[in-house]
């Protein structure tokens, strides 16, 4: 039997709360190893520290080693691989979406023997079954990519799980919850049926050819057997969140999670909507479930940008209506917006201002826009020459990594470190507040020189109305 270190590298974006990440196929695979009678244990590489990482080995002592790479952390699995190619570590695996997307690049890393290209749990404990050679009663693995061979041929990634029922409840005990931790994130659902150029979704779904059986959900008794076993480990579960972007996109699934939650679990929770799929009934089923919070992506109040740089498909009027059939029902709402995505300028970042206005949301979320690898937009970043080379750390720490002429940088970070408080406030009146706006040179205004004494907001990028 064998002990399983995951390294699940990635950045965390600034607001996010300090604590576990929790990523539901890592916790699933560490059920399902567990069952195998191996013994799992999971390490957290948010950032590049070579003696904790060494200490952290030392102690963990692993047979096997899986690397987990978020698309916003190449270059620190990179070093982090590195650093363990220095100390004669066992066999690496590289899973994850950056792994799935780019496998010959993350094959290429320091260390890796090889990659998990597709849905990780069945192929990485194939590639344990197999005595970590690949091949098992001399058929390969489907989806493991070894370092040996290169990419032949006739590689296919691993199959998508079809019965998403068929595995067990994710092992949470890996993600260093304290007992007391109030509120978990259940995930219902594999695969989406939108197409967001933003999103790595379309990718992954090309991947395996756009098979019709790409989204998948899990059966609302499934998941509320989940919830009864992490209600059991963690006694002081108050309330849930839904993160995943299908989990409303099927009515008569959300119709009978709404009524099987309702009866077997009726804690409180939020979950992500689309607007673009909010009607009448997903808002009451919703409430009735005992949904008390949704967020939504705005990501642009500009048309243009939210449609046809974006390819959300989604109207200024659905995303009104949805804030609308939410506040009609008391469920509070979050509006999340993405200031710098490609194309923008200051114009069509004061139109999210004004939509948000309109919307009134209780709690605004801005973060500066990302080209996640392997995206459609990060693609037409690329495409018009904007990819600077200032790297995934802005991710991080909410700077932009494009160079825009329409919206440099600076004025970027400018734009989101005001932005949630220019929608949560009304513009201000007065001669002071009207010298402040004065455009002293493109993407700057005076008070951005002189500061508080000419407009006092500024600071905090997540702003709560009530
Ligand atoms: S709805 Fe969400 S998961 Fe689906 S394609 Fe759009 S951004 Fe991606």
């Not at 994850?96 to 320091?110: E, Q, V």
């Not at 200024?316 to 009609?328: K, S, T, V």
Request: glycine share 8%; charged share 25%.
């Amino acid at each position: 039997m064998s002990r399983v270190l995951f390294l699940q590298c990635y950045r965390r974006p600034p607001g996010e709360p300090v604590g576990p990440r929790y990523e539901a196929s890592l916790g699933v695979l560490s059920a399902m190893l567990k069952a195998d009678g191996h013994t799992t244990r999971l390490i957290p590489v948010t950032h590049f520290d070579a003696a904790a990482l060494g200490a952290a080995l030392k102690e963990a002592c692993p047979d096997v080693v899986l690397v987990h790479i978020d698309g916003t952390a190449v270059d620190l699995a990179r070093r982090t691989l590195g650093a363990l190619a220095e100390t004669g570590p066992p066999p690496i695996v590289a899973a994850g979406t950056f792994a799935t997307l780019m496998p010959s690049t993350a094959l290429s890393m320091p260390a890796v023997n090889a990659v998990i290209v597709g849905e990780v749990e069945e192929a990485f404990r194939g590639w344990v079954r197999s005595g970590l050679s690949g091949s098992a009663s001399d058929s390969r693995v489907p989806g493991v990519m070894l370092r040996s061979e290169g990419r032949p041929a006739t590689f296919r990634p691993a199959p998508l799980i079809d019965d998403l029922d068929a595995l067990p409840p994710a092992d949470r005990s890996i993600f260093g919850y304290p007992p007391s931790h109030p509120c978990f994130d259940i995930v219902t659902s594999r695969g989406c049926p939108m197409r967001c150029a933003y999103c790595t979704n379309d990718a992954l779904r090309g991947l395996h050819d756009d098979p019709p059986g790409f989204v998948r959900r899990r059966s609302p008794d499934h998941v509320c057997d989940e919830i009864d076993e992490l209600c059991m480990n963690f006694p002081e579960t108050q309330r849930l969140r839904f993160p995943d972007h299908a989990f409303a996109l099927d009515y008569a699934w959300l119709e009978s999670f709404a009524d099987v939650y309702a009866h077997r679990c009726g804690l409180p929770f939020s979950c992500h909507l689309r607007a673009n799929s909010v009607d009448e009934p997903t808002v009451e089923a919703l409430d009735a479930a005992g949904c008390d919070e949704a967020e939504i992506e705005i990501v642009s109040g500009s048309n243009f940008i939210r449609n046809e740089i974006l390819e959300m498909d989604t109207s200024a009027r659905q995303i009104e209506r949805a804030f609308e059939l939410l506040g009609d029902r008391g469920i509070r709402t979050r509006s999340i917006n993405y200031v710098g995505a490609p194309y923008s300028s200051e114009i069509t970042e004061s139109d999210t201002v004004r939509l948000n206005r309109r919307l009134k949301p209780d709690f605004v979320q801005v973060r500066v826009y990302y080209p996640f690898p392997n995206t459609r937009a990060a693609g037409i970043a690329e495409e018009m020459g904007w990819m600077s080379n200032r790297g995934e750390v802005c991710f991080a720490e909410d700077r932009s990594v494009l160079d825009m002429p329409t919206l440099p940088a600076k004025t970027i970070a400018r734009v989101a470190r005001r932005m949630a408080q220019d929608i949560s406030e009304p513009p201000r009146q007065g001669w002071r507040a009207a010298l402040g706006r004065l455009p002293i040179f493109p993407g700057w205004r005076l008070s951005d020189v002189l500061g508080t004494w000419l407009d006092p907001r500024g600071g905090d990028a997540v702003a709560p109305r009530r």
